[in-house]
């Protein structure tokens, strides 16, 4: 049984910063790809930020330079390190298996003033 548990959102000004961890409760944590996407209202989800079992990292162009994607292989947790946050971030923000149905719950980051 996979569970991602999904937390650390918030509301914060533009400029500010969030960090966001997903927990999974996976046996093979640290052979698997994880990624984080979101969805603001009204539209789809989208990818923003991918963390490999090796620790490779790739990133939407839309949050490169400003978010960081790492991994605690001790802690089978993954973070989103989100920095200077513009309202164009609000969304509900999830993590996932790559390639998988396992999805977290949601966590909702919303920016402004």
């Known amino acids: 049984q996979v569970q991602l548990v999904a937390s650390g959102g918030g509301l914060v000004q533009p400029g500010g910063s969030l960090i966001l961890s997903c927990a999974a409760s996976?046996?093979?944590?640290?052979?698997?790809?994880m990624d984080w996407s979101r969805q603001a209202s009204g539209k789809q989800r989208e990818f923003v930020a991918g963390?490999?079992?090796?620790?490779?990292?790739n990133y939407a162009d839309s949050v490169k330079g400003r978010f960081i994607i790492s991994r605690d292989y001790a802690k089978n947790t993954v973070y989103l390190q989100m920095n200077n946050l513009k309202p164009e971030d609000t969304a509900v923000y999830y993590c996932n298996l790559r390639d998988t149905n396992y999805w977290g719950q949601g966590t909702q980051v919303t920016v402004s003033s």
């Open positions: 963390i490999t079992g090796g620790g490779s990292t």
């Open positions: 996976v046996r093979i944590f640290r052979f698997v790809s």
